[in-house]
């Protein structure tokens, strides 16, 4: 199939959380399938890591896109993701996107949030036309693109070589949704017909994820356990309806983890080098080398905790802080990496200085230590109020350290918890908790440490993880199917949507 994933980012060149692995593992896993792949996304040049390669190139293309009420330029540039023949397009508009950061500075989104992402939506369904890419699907991600569903179906059906084109949406968190006030409904370039309650608004205000839901032909979250919980009033984030009405089309969808980046054996951030044959040697020394780097007594007998985070309320560092002092009463160490919400920030430096021979904090995104945590802990922290899919807790069963996590989401799509019966039957693979408390955590935390008190138990917990298999091959063909019936429905659907 021709394929163009449209995405506000993608690694190695712009990211903030999972949606930028997802992209890029993706597009790559299609790509080793034999589909021939795009990956659009908006030109960061503040974002892109040094030493690029292979480099971005001009593709000596440019057009300008109407926005409200004037037109701005979209410039094409190209490239590779690296370690594949994807090709990446990147849509260059430096008055947008030339930017210290993606989507918010100082705690507060752009103004423009809207402006932007029209444009960016637009600019990518012009570049499928202007380059004759004839996409058989174009595949949405998040409210920053889920505007181009409602191009494709009300515009360019019947005129612009498009009409067959699929329109998929990936949901990967709906607590963001793209809602701003209705007079940005002239940004989008459509007619104020679709201004009603069926199509773009919800409760009074343009709502983009709205928008994508409805005129996809299919809509994917990621996890099949998500995809049931965004239908119920707790988890839609109003959307629910919308959601419930669509059901027929809306599939949940595992996310897999790109072997290239996440793999112990090759992983070229660590000290040593590891796999399921030589995790009993190579997990210890990546251990000693993280206690060493963070300043931690290099004891190999103390159970480490580790957690990587956004700092968002939706990761559960608020049950996390109030059990926080009682947990490191015990014989522990703790190693945070995040940044995000202040509160949460100063809450876990507060715990580094009360605790400077037990945690470590360090506040900011560092790629190498993250992977030098899930390498070098024991165990991976990660108590979600909700989590769509979750990639960490993938990483930690493959870096064979024990994930511990709320049932939600797609936590619990892929951590089975220890019981007596996953223990014989060797399902068992990390620690879960239903109840949005610190008591909660805390008890599932002591039981943890119970675990690890027994090293038969928790060889076996460290060796069932690392044999998951946790890669992008089936979801890949997951995708597929959802593309090809995107493909058929449009074929079928009414030209306004
Ligand atoms: P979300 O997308 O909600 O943030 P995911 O678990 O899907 O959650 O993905 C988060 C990704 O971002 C993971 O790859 C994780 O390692 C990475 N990450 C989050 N915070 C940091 C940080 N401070 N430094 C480095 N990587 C981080
Ligand atoms: C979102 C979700 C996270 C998911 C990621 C990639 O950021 O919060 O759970 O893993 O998208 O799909």
Same mark, same amino acid.
């Given at each position: 199939?021709?394929?163009?994933?449209?995405?506000?980012?993608?690694?190695?060149?712009?990211?903030?959380?999972?949606?930028?692995?997802?992209?890029?593992?993706?597009?790559?896993?299609?790509?080793?399938?034999?589909?021939?792949?795009?990956?659009?996304?908006?030109?960061?040049?503040?974002?892109?890591?040094?030493?690029?390669?292979?480099?971005?190139?001009?593709?000596?293309?440019?057009?300008?896109?109407?926005?409200?009420?004037?037109?701005?330029?979209?410039?094409?540039?190209?490239?590779?993701?690296?370690?594949?023949?994807?090709?990446?397009?990147?849509?260059?508009?430096?008055?947008?996107?030339?930017?210290?950061?993606?989507?918010?500075?100082?705690?507060?989104?752009?103004?423009?949030?809207?402006?932007?992402?029209?444009?960016?939506?637009?600019?990518?369904?012009?570049?499928?036309?202007?380059?004759?890419?004839?996409?058989?699907?174009?595949?949405?991600?998040?409210?920053?693109?889920?505007?181009?569903?409602?191009?494709?179906?009300? =515009?360019?059906?019947?005129?612009? +070589?498009?009409?067959?084109?699929?329109? *998929? !949406? %990936?949901? $990967?968190?709906?607590?963001?949704? #793209?809602?701003?006030?209705?007079?940005?409904?002239?940004?989008?370039?459509?007619?104020?017909?679709?201004?009603?309650?069926?199509?773009?608004?919800?409760?009074?205000?343009?709502?983009?994820?709205?928008?994508?839901?409805?005129?996809?032909?299919?809509?994917?979250?990621?996890?099949?356990?998500?995809?049931? =919980?965004?239908?119920?009033?707790? +988890?839609?984030?109003?959307?629910?309806? *919308? !959601? %419930?009405? $669509?059901?027929?089309?809306?599939? #949940?969808?595992?996310?897999?983890?790109?072997?290239?980046?996440?793999?112990?054996?090759?992983?070229?951030?660590?000290?040593?080098?590891?796999?399921?044959?030589?995790?009993?040697?190579?997990?210890?020394?990546?251990?000693?080398?993280?206690?060493?780097?963070?300043?931690?007594?290099?004891?190999?007998?103390?159970?480490?905790?580790?957690?990587?985070?956004?700092?968002?309320?939706?990761?559960? !560092?608020?049950?996390?802080?109030?059990?926080?002092?009682?947990?490191?009463?015990?014989?522990?160490?703790?190693?945070?990496?995040?940044?995000?919400?202040?509160?949460?920030?100063?809450?876990?430096?507060?715990?580094?200085?009360?605790?400077?021979?037990?945690?470590?904090?360090?506040?900011?995104?560092?790629?190498?230590?993250?992977?030098?945590?899930?390498?070098?802990?024991?165990?991976?922290?990660?108590?979600?109020?909700?989590?769509?899919?979750? !990639?960490?807790?993938?990483?930690?069963?493959?870096?064979?350290?024990?994930?511990?996590?709320?049932?939600?989401?797609?936590?619990?799509?892929?951590?089975?918890?220890?019981?007596?019966?996953?223990?014989?039957?060797?399902?068992?693979?990390?620690?879960?908790?239903?109840?949005?408390?610190?008591?909660?955590?805390?008890?599932?935390?002591?039981?943890?440490?119970?675990?690890?008190?027994?090293?038969?138990?928790?060889?076996?917990?460290?060796?069932?993880?690392?044999?998951?298999?946790?890669?992008?091959?089936?979801?890949?063909?997951?995708?597929?199917?959802?593309?090809?019936?995107?493909?058929?429905?449009?074929?079928?659907?009414?030209?306004?949507?």
């Amino acid at each position: 199939m021709r394929i163009v994933l449209a995405s506000s980012e993608a690694v190695p060149f712009a990211k903030t959380g999972g949606l930028a692995d997802v992209v890029s593992a993706l597009a790559k896993a299609l790509g080793e399938l034999g589909h021939q792949v795009w990956v659009i996304i908006p030109h960061y040049p503040q974002q892109l890591p040094r030493n690029l390669s292979p480099a971005i190139e001009p593709a000596n293309i440019s057009f300008p896109v109407p926005i409200g009420t004037r037109a701005a330029d979209a410039r094409i540039l190209w490239s590779t993701l690296p370690g594949s023949e994807v090709t990446v397009l990147h849509v260059d508009q430096p008055a947008y996107f030339n930017r210290p950061s993606l989507y918010n500075e100082g705690g507060r989104d752009f103004p423009d949030n809207c402006e932007r992402f029209c444009f960016f939506s637009r600019a990518v369904v012009e570049t499928c036309r202007r380059m004759v890419l004839r996409p058989d699907v174009i595949h949405a991600n998040d409210w920053q693109t889920a505007l181009i569903p409602a191009l494709l179906k009300a =515009e360019h059906r019947k005129t612009t +070589g498009l009409s067959n084109t699929g329109a *998929v !949406l %990936t949901i $990967h968190n709906l607590a963001f949704q #793209g809602r701003f006030w209705h007079w940005d409904m002239h940004l989008t370039g459509l007619d104020w017909k679709y201004f009603n309650w069926r199509q773009m608004e919800a409760y009074g205000q343009l709502n983009l994820m709205k928008t994508g839901i409805v005129f996809s032909d299919m809509v994917t979250t990621v996890s099949p356990t998500y995809a049931r =919980e965004i239908q119920t009033p707790e +988890g839609g984030c109003g959307l629910n309806g *919308v !959601l %419930t009405a $669509h059901r027929d089309s809306l599939v #949940g969808i595992l996310n897999g983890v790109d072997p290239d980046d996440w793999n112990p054996a090759t992983d070229p951030h660590l000290a040593r080098n590891y796999d399921a044959a030589t995790v009993a040697e190579g997990k210890p020394a990546c251990k000693a080398w993280l206690q060493n780097h963070l300043g931690l007594p290099a004891r190999a007998d103390v159970p480490m905790f580790g957690l990587i985070s956004r700092m968002a309320d939706q990761k559960g !560092l608020d049950i996390l802080g109030q059990c926080l002092d009682e947990v490191l009463q015990q014989d522990v160490q703790m190693a945070f990496l995040g940044t995000g919400e202040r509160h949460y920030e100063e809450m876990l430096v507060a715990k580094q200085r009360d605790y400077p021979q037990k945690v470590a904090t360090r506040i900011g995104f560092n790629e190498g230590l993250a992977h030098q945590i899930e390498a070098g802990i024991d165990a991976f922290l990660m108590p979600s109020r909700y989590e769509p899919c979750g !990639l960490n807790q993938m990483y930690s069963l493959i870096y064979g350290s024990v994930p511990v996590v709320r049932t939600v989401g797609g936590l619990a799509d892929s951590v089975v918890d220890t019981t007596p019966e996953t223990l014989a039957n060797r399902t068992a693979t990390g620690f879960r908790f239903d109840d949005y408390s610190s008591e909660a955590l805390k008890r599932t935390i002591f039981r943890t440490l119970e675990a690890y008190r027994n090293r038969a138990t928790w060889t076996q917990l460290m060796r069932t993880g690392m044999a998951q298999d946790c890669s992008w091959g089936r979801s890949a063909k997951e995708y597929v199917r959802v593309y090809e019936q995107a493909q058929a429905k449009s074929a079928a659907r009414p030209a306004d949507g």
